[in-house]
């Protein structure tokens, strides 16, 4: 429950944590020792201002990111679903396909695509299992399967080999990284600031600096989370995009039969279309 708990709210509780030590810093440290040097002024609004307008371009820089490589697992699905049913029609036609091996193939694009995750994105495993898929494409034109049917089936397996590479890349590129070091050399500023500023009364001066970092602190987090949406693991938040798609289809692929109507009313149309 508490593990559930917090992999849901990871960054909550972790800026909570950070919020907490800068308290006890401003409280037990700074305000005993006197060491509060600065007066609070108008221009601490300014400051605080300039910090959310430099999130906030960051903050729209990875989302944008994060909605393209939200829809990439789809897209991956989409055309593995589409192999692996055209892989049913050939069987249909040509008894001597062997469908399983194709099977076999798909889903380990899928579980390699995961691996590669895992490993930061630092593997390549999914765009040599992808390459796999050839051997049974070639196996369908030497049965042959039309050309123009091969074809379509490349296309597939390139707009597969597209979307691996776009996460490969959302994963390992990082968006403006100079920017997001401006940002929080920044919010140290700003949080500085307000460490060392004399806030009457103190109540107020504590809430003024929980709410301000509280702000901050989970902005910086959450850039960064977004950042990198992929995240597979022990580290993962309810921020990642969702891979449930692949999850789920992973297995599927084995299946070499489908008595579903319309699936068999599918593979006679395609059948009838290839004759």
């Given at each position: 429950?508490?593990?559930?708990?917090?992999?849901?709210?990871?960054?909550?509780?972790?800026?909570?944590?950070?919020?907490?030590?800068?308290?006890?810093?401003?409280?037990?440290?700074?305000?005993?020792?006197?060491?509060?040097?600065?007066?609070?002024?108008?221009?601490?609004?300014?400051?605080?201002?300039?910090?959310?307008?430099?999130?906030?371009i960051?903050?729209?820089?990875?989302?944008?990111?994060?909605?393209e490589?939200?829809?990439?697992?789809?897209?991956?699905?989409?055309?593995?679903?589409?192999?692996?049913?055209?892989?049913?029609?050939?069987?249909?036609?040509?008894?001597?396909?062997?469908?399983?091996?194709?099977?076999?193939?798909?889903?380990?694009?899928?579980?390699?695509?995961?691996?590669?995750?895992?490993?930061n994105?630092s593997?390549?495993?999914?765009?040599?299992?992808?390459?796999?898929l050839?051997?049974?494409l070639?196996?369908?034109?030497?049965?042959?399967?039309?050309?123009?049917?091969?074809?379509?089936?490349?296309?597939?397996?390139?707009?597969?080999?597209?979307?691996?590479?776009r996460?490969?890349?959302?994963?390992?590129?990082?968006?403006?990284?100079?920017?997001?070091?401006?940002?929080?050399?920044?919010?140290?500023?700003?949080?500085?600031?307000?460490?060392?500023?004399?806030?009457?009364?103190?109540?107020?001066?504590?809430?003024?600096?929980?709410?301000?970092?509280?702000?901050?602190?989970?902005?910086?987090?959450?850039?960064?989370?977004?950042?990198?949406?992929?995240?597979?693991?022990?580290?993962?938040?309810?921020?990642?995009?969702?891979?449930?798609?692949?999850?789920?289809?992973?297995?599927?692929?084995?299946?070499?039969?489908?008595?579903?109507?319309?699936v068999?009313?599918?593979?006679?149309?395609?059948?009838?279309?290839?004759?």
């Amino acid at each position: 429950m508490l593990n559930k708990f917090y992999k849901n709210y990871r960054l909550l509780v972790d800026t909570a944590i950070i919020v907490v030590g800068i308290l006890l810093l401003k409280i037990l440290v700074v305000e005993s020792l006197s060491l509060e040097f600065f007066s609070l002024s108008s221009l601490f609004t300014s400051i605080i201002a300039g910090g959310i307008f430099i999130a906030s371009i960051l903050l729209g820089g990875v989302i944008a990111d994060f909605k393209e490589g939200d829809k990439l697992p789809a897209e991956i699905i989409a055309a593995i679903e589409s192999i692996y049913e055209d892989g049913l029609y050939v069987k249909k036609l040509r008894e001597s396909f062997n469908v399983a091996l194709l099977c076999q193939r798909l889903n380990a694009v899928i579980q390699s695509l995961r691996e590669d995750l895992n490993m930061n994105a630092s593997g390549r495993k999914a765009i040599a299992a992808l390459s796999q898929l050839s051997e049974s494409l070639l196996e369908m034109e030497r049965l042959g399967v039309p050309a123009n049917y091969i074809v379509r089936l490349k296309q597939e397996q390139s707009a597969i080999r597209k979307a691996v590479f776009r996460i490969y890349h959302i994963q390992r590129i990082r968006f403006i990284p100079s920017a997001y070091i401006l940002l929080q050399t920044f919010v140290g500023l700003i949080i500085g600031l307000l460490i060392f500023t004399k806030i009457e009364p103190p109540l107020d001066g504590s809430i003024l600096v929980a709410v301000v970092s509280y702000l901050f602190v989970y902005i910086l987090k959450l850039i960064r989370k977004i950042d990198d949406p992929f995240s597979v693991g022990e580290k993962t938040t309810m921020d990642e995009v969702s891979l449930f798609l692949l999850r789920e289809h992973h297995g599927r692929a084995e299946k070499t039969e489908d008595d579903s109507p319309p699936v068999q009313a599918r593979a006679r149309k395609n059948a009838r279309k290839i004759r």
